[in-house]
Nanobody, 115 residues
Framework: QVRLVESGGGLVEPGGSLRLSCAASGSIFSIYDMGWYRQAPGKQRELVARVNKGGTTNYADSVKGRFTISTNNAKNMGYLQMSSLKPEDTAVYYC?????????WGQGTQVTVSS
């Protein structure tokens, strides 16, 4: 079974940047589209960015122009470059396929945007 491990989160001030990484134990992203999801306290998990096998990306309106998703399939890695961060970006961030694979959710990585 493929495992997904997210890293790179932390505490950052508004306007700052972070780069999240997603390490997959198998070649999941050469089979499925890859997505980054987030879940803020009291809210449902939402898809914020996705990339298909052809490299086409899509973003939620709330992050468009600020976040960039990418993958390195040779290394089974995915990334989310986040800039101009806002307090409302505070959430636990997860990577998974799109649509998400139920048994593959990792622990996520906490991103907190606060001064």
């Amino acid at each position: 079974q493929v495992r997904l491990v997210e890293s790179g989160g932390g505490l950052v001030e508004p306007g700052g940047s972070l780069r999240l990484s997603c390490a997959a134990s198998g070649s999941i992203f050469s089979i499925y589209d890859m997505g980054w999801y987030r879940q803020a306290p009291g809210k449902q998990r939402e898809l914020v960015a996705r990339v298909n096998k052809g490299g086409t990306t899509n973003y939620a309106d709330s992050v468009k122009g600020r976040f960039t998703i990418s993958t390195n399939n040779a290394k089974n890695m995915g990334y989310l470059q986040m800039s101009s961060l806002k307090p409302e970006d505070t959430a636990v961030y997860y990577c998974n396929g799109v649509p998400p694979l139920a048994n593959y959710w990792g622990q996520g990585t906490q991103v907190t945007v606060s001064s």
